[in-house]
């Protein structure tokens, strides 16, 4: 009996002690830049782009975002940026949706940028709060136009995260561009014969599980806790580390529950050549819970080059759903 109640005392000693081992696990020191993620970005002419303006958050926190004016607009697009990076990023596409009669706005996702505190967010699912919240904003300035939901690599995950969750209504259109769909899908777990030969992201997976157990109990007090590591470039305007909640927030927890919610037309894009997804991997990812969707993959394309080349920029506005008839700003 003294046995007995000695072991079930220690059982959950134990187990303590292996959580707190889990949660302490040291953070990956920062990695060299990703070439081909952030060489590219380099060569961009910044030199005409948008101005940063906000609107506020139902916290009342400033959501940074630049607009993208068409000169006779028939749609509005609410662009979503990859991880670690902010609305200048969006800088090429932006201005081809807006070439092509599109009034876009690029948003830096609370945690990057200009909003909010860098690498953090509040609580889980909050920066798919303000997603619903800036939508409003924009049907606000755009009462006549269609308008659609279009995120990139990271941002994809957030916008199939905001519009899987009910909080992006009534937009004309779900446009995923390279998107994070989960670490558990196919298009991050498939062999892809572009991989690069280092990786891009370097999650802590041990506090990753251990804060993710303690979320289970409804205990959210670490989850500011740091738990990726990006291999981004120097650069001031970079969110290189992201706390546990901005992680799990932006990435797709169910990916084929969020789908199935998904009530809008989606439409998913990628290069064929992508280094960080495998590309060949989204239609099964994704067409098992949502057969409607279209993919598309462009050929010779890798990750970045799908909000940079301009065969990608052409793609991707001619995907984005239009108000046929004489459009109101």
Same mark, same amino acid.
């Given at each position: 009996?003294?046995?007995?109640?000695?072991?079930? *005392?220690?059982?959950?000693?134990?187990?303590?002690?292996?959580?707190?081992?889990?949660?302490?696990?040291?953070?990956?020191?920062?990695?060299?830049? @990703?070439?081909?993620?952030?060489? +590219?970005?380099?060569?961009?002419?910044?030199?005409?782009?948008?101005?940063? /303006?906000?609107?506020?958050?139902?916290?009342?926190?400033?959501?940074?975002?630049?607009?993208?004016?068409?000169?006779?607009?028939?749609?509005?697009?609410?662009?979503?940026?990859?991880?670690?990076?902010?609305? $200048?990023?969006?800088?090429?596409?932006?201005?081809?949706?807006?070439?092509?009669?599109?009034?876009?706005?690029?948003?830096?996702?609370?945690?990057?940028?200009?909003?909010?505190?860098?690498?953090?967010?509040?609580?889980?699912? =909050?920066?798919?709060?303000?997603?619903?919240?800036? *939508?409003?904003?924009?049907?606000? =300035?755009?009462?006549?136009?269609?308008?659609?939901?279009?995120?990139?690599?990271?941002?994809?995950?957030?916008?199939?995260?905001? /519009?899987?969750?009910?909080?992006?209504?009534?937009?004309?259109?779900?446009?995923?561009?390279?998107?994070? *769909?989960?670490?558990?899908?196919?298009?991050?777990?498939?062999?892809?014969?572009?991989?690069?030969?280092?990786?891009?992201?370097?999650?802590?997976?041990?506090?990753?599980?251990?804060?993710?157990?303690?979320?289970? @109990?409804?205990?959210? =007090?670490?989850?500011?806790?740091?738990?990726?590591?990006?291999?981004?470039?120097?650069?001031?305007?970079?969110? +290189?580390?992201?706390?546990?909640?901005?992680?799990?927030?932006?990435?797709?927890?169910?990916?084929?529950?969020?789908?199935?919610?998904?009530? /809008? +037309?989606?439409?998913?894009?990628?290069?064929?050549?992508?280094?960080?997804?495998?590309? =060949?991997?989204?239609?099964?990812?994704?067409?098992?819970?949502?057969? $409607?969707?279209?993919?598309?993959?462009?050929?010779?394309?890798?990750?970045?080059?799908?909000?940079?080349? +301009?065969?990608?920029?052409? /793609?991707?506005?001619?995907?984005?759903?239009?108000?046929? $008839?004489?459009?109101?700003?």
């Amino acid at each position: 009996m003294k046995k007995f109640l000695i072991t079930l *005392l220690a059982v959950p000693v134990v187990a303590a002690l292996v959580l707190a081992g889990l949660i302490l696990w040291p953070v990956a020191e920062k990695p060299e830049p @990703f070439a081909s993620i952030t060489d +590219p970005f380099a060569d961009v002419d910044y030199s005409d782009m948008a101005g940063i /303006a906000f609107a506020d958050a139902r916290d009342g926190v400033g959501i940074a975002y630049r607009r993208y004016d068409a000169q006779d607009p028939r749609a509005a697009a609410l662009l979503l940026h990859g991880s670690s990076a902010d609305s $200048q990023s969006m800088h090429p596409l932006a201005k081809a949706l807006a070439a092509s009669g599109v009034t876009a706005y690029a948003i830096d996702i609370r945690g990057h940028g200009a909003t909010g505190l860098r690498g953090d967010v509040a609580h889980i699912g =909050q920066p798919a709060e303000d997603v619903e919240d800036f *939508l409003a904003f924009m049907r606000d =300035q755009h009462p006549r136009l269609p308008i659609s939901l279009l995120g990139f690599s990271s941002g994809g995950g957030l916008a199939l995260n905001a /519009a899987g969750q009910g909080h992006a209504p009534d937009i004309a259109k779900l446009v995923l561009v390279s998107p994070m *769909l989960g670490v558990d899908a196919k298009s991050s777990t498939a062999d892809n014969p572009h991989a690069a030969e280092r990786a891009w992201a370097y999650p802590n997976i041990p506090r990753i599980i251990g804060l993710s157990i303690l979320n289970g @109990f409804g205990f959210h =007090q670490l989850d500011y806790l740091p738990a990726i590591v990006f291999a981004a470039a120097n650069r001031p305007n970079l969110t +290189p580390v992201y706390s546990h909640r901005l992680l799990i927030s932006m990435n797709p927890q169910d990916t084929d529950a969020l789908l199935k919610e998904v009530e /809008a +037309p989606l439409t998913l894009l990628a290069g064929e050549k992508d280094e960080v997804f495998a590309a =060949q991997a989204y239609a099964e990812t994704v067409k098992p819970a949502l057969p $409607q969707a279209e993919i598309k993959l462009l050929q010779e394309l890798g990750h970045v080059a799908m909000t940079l080349d +301009p065969a990608a920029l052409d /793609a991707i506005a001619a995907v984005i759903p239009r108000n046929t $008839q004489l459009a109101l700003r």
